[in-house]
T-cell receptor, first 114, second 108 residues
Framework: DGGITQSPKYLFRKEGQNVTLSCEQN?????MYWYRQDPGQGLRLIYY???????QKGDIAEGYSVSREKKESFPLTVTSAQKNPTAFYLC?????????????FGDGTRLSIL | QQQVKQSPQSLIVQKGGISIINCAYE??????FPWYQQFPGKGPALLIA?????SEKKEGRFTISFNKSAKQFSLHIMDSQPGDSATYFC???????FGAGTRLTVKP
């Protein structure tokens, strides 16, 4: 079955540590997205990529970094500069960037601070 | 930078009742308005979507009503069921800005 796989499902970070969240899709979609979900705040866009080797900052990119070296992969690194990283992180993809395209989501990674 | 405003934050409806969730957007260039449904511990899934060239779209018990002049769109869930209990998000925009979400509880 085609879909988006996020791993791990749960992740714990120590103070001062960088952690990387994995997102892989086999839908052959060009566009991929990372969102952060906090209670009562909905989904906030961190980064998005409309094509391989290109990505743009979303609304809350500070303290995060991404890469898009392969079409099917869009890993997110939560750096030590992100002072409040505890959240539910969601990866999504769509056929192409721009409007008129529904997004397909993974089942998320829950990041907590030790 | 809130481009999509969603209300109410939470909603409790009796089984068989109508659930109504509203969204308002700012940018008239938006041309795709989806609703997503999310269950606890899962990612959102597309429920229904509308384009601005129509004022209403119905799929089963779910209907989107769209008011272009008011820059508003709403989700109506007819004959609400306990299995509809979830969080619902509207979205809009080229890179998909989401509303803050509505937690729907349908009481049996």
């Amino acid at each position: 079955d085609g879909g988006i796989t996020q791993s791990p499902k749960y992740l714990f970070r120590k103070e001062g540590q960088n952690v990387t969240l994995s997102c892989e899709q086999n839908l052959n979609h060009d566009a991929m997205y990372w969102y952060r979900q906090d209670p009562g705040q909905g989904l906030r866009l961190i980064y998005y990529s409309q094509i391989v080797n290109d990505f743009q900052k979303g609304d809350i990119a500070e303290g995060y970094s991404v890469s898009r070296e392969k079409k099917e992969s869009f890993p997110l690194t939560v750096t030590s500069a992100q002072k409040n990283p505890t959240a539910f992180y969601l990866c999504a993809s769509s056929i192409a960037g721009g409007s008129n395209q529904p997004q397909h989501f993974g089942d998320g990674t829950r990041l907590s601070i030790l | 930078q809130q481009q999509v405003k969603q209300s109410p934050q939470s909603l409790i409806v009796q089984k068989g009742g109508i659930s109504i969730i509203n969204c308002a957007y700012e940018n008239t260039a938006f041309d795709y308005f989806p609703w997503y449904q999310q269950f606890p511990g899962k990612g959102p899934a597309l429920l229904i979507a509308i384009r601005p060239d129509v004022s209403e779209k119905k799929e089963g018990r779910f209907t989107i009503s769209f008011n272009k002049s008011a820059k508003q769109f709403s989700l109506h869930i007819m004959d609400s069921q306990p299995g509809d209990s979830a969080t619902y998000f509207c979205a809009a925009g080229n890179d998909m800005r989401f509303g803050a979400g509505t937690r729907l509880t349908v009481k049996p």
